[in-house]
């Protein structure tokens, strides 16, 4: 269990990127789900003691992020979003390296890495250079590490950013196989409805929703979105909520009608509107 009470990040130019953020996060896999510069990373490199927060309380587990930071890095596994590997390693090295120093015995390590390896799609590059590498192939070697680690709580920031379809499918998959609790911060609601069982909305650095996709969804059961009108403006589109019988009347209106996502619910909490 992750719980935060009152966290606070304020930078040293000011910027308050996270403020006073209260959050129990108990779900197997849970998503940070918000847009960019939300706050998702802050809180997450505070949660793997990369960076010490400015006031109030995190604990992993029981365990206190900055009195107990020993503690806290034996039961993580975290990987960054701007993590980058070294070049001539191969991904079979980076990750047995990595399962070696997290105290697996080399055999293990060179077992976990290559079944993990293949599950992200990575089987058939597993022994090249990673420089040789492209960038979303790069980011897979990261997610390969912290899915092997087994570790207690696993902090996957950003995951599948700039992977193609396919590959995402693939991380999504390994993800679902993982046994430790994992937090994962996108701003897919695509992948946080498919991965997440509790997803936490955040913006400006405090928590907006908390909840399943179903809990989050509860306030447009029963309607769907239809595109092209409606009083609610994101960008240049017009977006209404109504009911499925209602709706059918607009069919041939020139209007498209969608199901509701949870993008649905970031617009209906003001999260997509145009800036005032
Ligand atoms: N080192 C820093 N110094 C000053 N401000 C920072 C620093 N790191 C982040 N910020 C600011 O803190 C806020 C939250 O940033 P953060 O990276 O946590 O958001 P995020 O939700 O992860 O965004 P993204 O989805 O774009 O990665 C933003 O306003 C960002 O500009």
Not at 2 to 16: A, M, N, P, V
Not at 80 to 99: D, F, K, N, R, W
Not at 229 to 255: F, H, M, Q, T
């Amino acid at each position: 269990m992750i719980f935060t009470d009152r966290l606070t990040k304020i930078y040293k130019d000011g910027t308050r990127a996270l403020d006073e953020l209260s959050i129990t996060l108990d779900g197997k896999i849970s998503c940070i789900l918000g847009r960019n510069g939300a706050g998702k990373t802050t809180l997450i490199r505070i949660l793997s003691t990369q960076l010490l927060p400015t006031s109030g309380k995190a604990l992993i587990e029981g365990f206190d992020v900055v009195k107990d930071v020993k503690k806290v890095r034996k039961i993580i596994a975290s990987i960054p979003q701007e993590a980058s590997p070294m070049g001539i390693a191969s991904p079979l090295e980076h990750v047995t390296m990595y399962l070696t120093a997290r105290g697996f015995s080399i055999s293990e390590a060179l077992r976990t890495a290559k079944y993990v390896l293949k599950e992200v799609g990575l089987g058939d590059v597993m022994d090249k250079p990673t420089d040789e590498l492209s960038g979303g192939m790069k980011r897979k070697v990261f997610v390969a590490m912290a899915i092997a680690s087994n570790a207690d709580v696993v902090f996957l920031d950003e995951p599948t950013t700039g992977l193609d379809p396919i590959s995402r499918l693939e991380v999504w998959s390994a993800i679902k196989q993982m046994k430790s609790k994992i937090i994962l911060t996108t701003h897919y609601m695509e992948e946080a409805e498919e991965l997440c069982e509790k997803i936490a909305i955040i913006n400006k650095g405090k928590l907006v929703e908390y909840g399943t996709v179903e809990d989050l969804l509860s306030p447009l059961r029963g309607k769907v979105r239809v595109e092209g009108k409606g009083d609610i403006r994101v960008g240049n589109l017009s977006i209404s909520y109504v009911d499925e019988e209602e709706a059918k009347k607009l069919v041939g209106k020139g209007v498209i009608i969608k199901p509701i996502s949870l993008e649905d619910i970031m617009i209906i909490k003001g999260l997509y509107y145009e800036e005032e």
